[in-house]
């Protein structure tokens, strides 16, 4: 009599227990297939048509550990057309700045993502409330190797890479700050990278 007693409760359990396997799986699923999109290498690389939005989300997905015990995010998404890019390249270049945004912060800060579209650009930002950069190192932070950081912690690499993967695709990428009050850095991005070939669909398309 116990014994049947004891299979219903177990039986309850393993439902609960297979449960929680298959949501683990589902997240394991999804981290595995964000680090295959930034880690392709550079051979492979091609020229897509993607949705930065997406791309965003994927960076969210691997550094949102890091930076949920500093600051909450909040994303303002809007609406964007597919844009001519290297995908990996530019996960590379969100996630150098987000985790900038995370380590200006001490803690209790915000971080807001921000996409939008202007004319025959996109546009993603990058804001925090983080320790802001002082007018002397705003002329900087471009340079490879300059960094503020204790040895160890920063190579000073991050942004200079990410402005030649946004100088690749023919974007910009901006920066503005306000010492105690935080920082926004924009990057802006040709829906289409070679006009010849947007001229062409262009033609094509009349
Ligand atoms: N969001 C930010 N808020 C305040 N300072 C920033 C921010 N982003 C960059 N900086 C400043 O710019 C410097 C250069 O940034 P960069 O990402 O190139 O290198 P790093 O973060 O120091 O090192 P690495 O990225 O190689 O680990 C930083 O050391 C910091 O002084
Ligand atoms: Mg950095």
Not at 49 to 61: F, I
Not at 181 to 191: A, K, Q, S
Request: proline letters at 3%; charged letters at 25%; hydrophobic letters at 40%.
């Amino acid at each position: 009599m116990r014994k049947g007693h004891d299979f219903d409760f177990l039986r309850g359990d393993i439902v609960a227990l297979l449960g929680e396997s298959r949501d683990g799986l589902v997240r394991v699923k999804r981290i595995v297939q964000d680090l295959k999109d930034f880690s392709r290498s550079g051979a492979e690389e091609a020229w897509e048509m993607a949705n930065l939005n997406a791309v965003l989300e994927s960076t969210l997905n691997i550094a949102r550990n890091e930076v949920k015990h500093k600051a909450s995010i909040e994303t303002r998404f809007g609406e964007l057309p597919k844009v001519e890019c290297l995908p990996s390249r530019l996960g590379q270049v969100f996630l150098n700045l987000l985790v900038n945004a995370a380590q200006a912060i001490g803690a209790d800060g915000k971080i807001t993502l921000s996409t939008g579209v202007e004319s025959s650009d996109v546009w993603i930002r990058v804001e925090d409330t983080g320790c802001g950069i002082s007018e002397e190192n705003l002329t900087r932070v471009f340079d490879p190797f300059f960094t503020t950081k204790p040895v160890g912690q920063g190579t000073g690499l991050g942004l200079s890479v990410s402005y030649s993967i946004v100088a690749k695709h023919g974007g910009q990428i901006e920066v503005a700050s306000e010492v105690g009050r935080g920082t926004r850095f924009t990057v802006r991005l040709p829906i289409r990278h070679t006009p010849a070939e947007a001229l062409q669909t262009l033609v094509a398309e009349t």
